[in-house]
Every structure is written in structure tokens, then in C-alpha cells.
């Protein structure tokens, strides 16, 4: 096993998705709609030939950070490359023990109404490009960026979180079941 530092690395992307990078921002666009991310241009070069992309260091390798860096980037393009192409999914369940919560969507918020008996509902902005749908007692999140749609989950689930109160008795809330993930291929 070769510990030699990568000072570049090869990710595969799919059909129908293009890359850019326009500025300090990796612009993608696929079937599904279109990804605009900062991208540290400084320090990584993105390269595309075809259907693979080739991120090149412009840090020495010999550094933990730098590999840090070059894997996590590509972990970021391939996501956003999947997630264009299949979509990107999370799930939240509803558990009300005390008082029945009404969850319902309006426009581009998740509303919470009745929340442990409250007067005036609690409301929680979803990211941009993130759509909800309330089905039973579940939340589904979709989208086509598997970051914002993580930050919309966390976001409803600190909307719900409960303050002051044994958390063992008032167990109230709306909590991640499934975290965002692309969607199987069919």
C-alpha cells in the first residue's frame, strides 16, 4: 500500500450534468434544475473532460489538511452530480405525545401549529430549493442539494426542540429518521 500523498483525484460524473466554475463558485447544472456552491479556487483546480472531473491540489499533499481538502471535494461533486440526476431525500417523523400538532407547508416554510399546547404556531423557512410534503406522520424533504436539504432538516428539528422540560417526559417534536441521501436509481 503506497502512502504517497494523492496531489489529484478523478470523480465520475453523470450524463447530462455540466460543471463550471465561474468566479469562486462551482456551478452545476443537470435534468433536475442547477447547484451554485463556493469553491475554494485558490486552492483546488477543477479540470473536465467529458464525464470525469479531475481535482488537482495547488497546497503541497504532504499535508493532512490538503488531503482533507482534496476528499472532501470530491465528495462534494459527486453528491452534487447524483443529486441532479436521482435527487437528493430526507425523512422526519412527527411524534406528538401530549398535545395533537398540526404540520402543514406554506409557500416555502413548514408551519407547526399546537406545538405542546402553544397559542401561536412555530414556523421554519426551508432552504432554497428544498420542497416539503407532510404525509401522515412523517415529513418528506426533497431537492436536488443534499446540503440545504440536511440544513432544512435541522432547522425544523431545532424549530421543535424543547426547552425547560425533562426531555425523557416531553419527548414532543419533529426528528430525523432518514438523513438526506441521494435516491436509488430505479
Do not use: C
Amino acid at each position: 500500500m503506497s502512502t504517497e500523498p494523492r496531489r489529484s483525484a478523478t470523480v465520475s460524473i453523470p450524463k447530462g450534468v455540466s460543471l463550471t466554475v465561474r468566479g469562486r463558485e462551482l456551478v452545476a447544472k443537470g435534468p433536475l434544475g442547477s447547484v451554485v456552491r463556493p469553491f475554494p479556487g485558490d486552492i483546488l483546480d477543477l479540470a473536465v473532460h467529458g464525464t470525469t472531473v479531475t481535482l488537482t491540489l495547488r497546497l503541497p499533499p504532504n499535508r493532512k489538511e490538503a488531503q482533507a481538502l482534496l476528499g472532501t471535494w470530491v465528495a462534494h461533486v459527486r453528491n452534487v452530480g447524483r443529486g441532479l440526476t436521482l435527487g437528493v431525500e430526507a425523512k422526519m417523523k412527527v411524534v406528538a405525545a401530549h398535545f395533537p400538532m398540526k404540520v402543514a407547508v406554506k409557500g416555502e416554510s413548514l408551519v407547526i401549529e399546537n406545538f405542546l399546547g402553544e397559542k401561536y404556531p412555530r414556523t421554519s423557512l426551508l432552504r432554497p430549493g428544498t420542497k416539503a410534503q407532510v404525509e401522515g406522520e412523517f415529513v418528506i424533504l426533497s431537492g436536488t442539494d443534499i446540503e440545504q436539504v440536511g440544513q432544512s432538516a435541522a432547522n425544523i428539528e431545532r424549530t421543535t426542540r424543547i426547552r425547560n422540560y425533562d426531555p425523557r417526559v416531553f419527548q414532543d417534536g419533529i426528528y430525523l429518521v432518514e438523513r438526506a441521501h441521494v435516491k436509488e436509481a430505479n
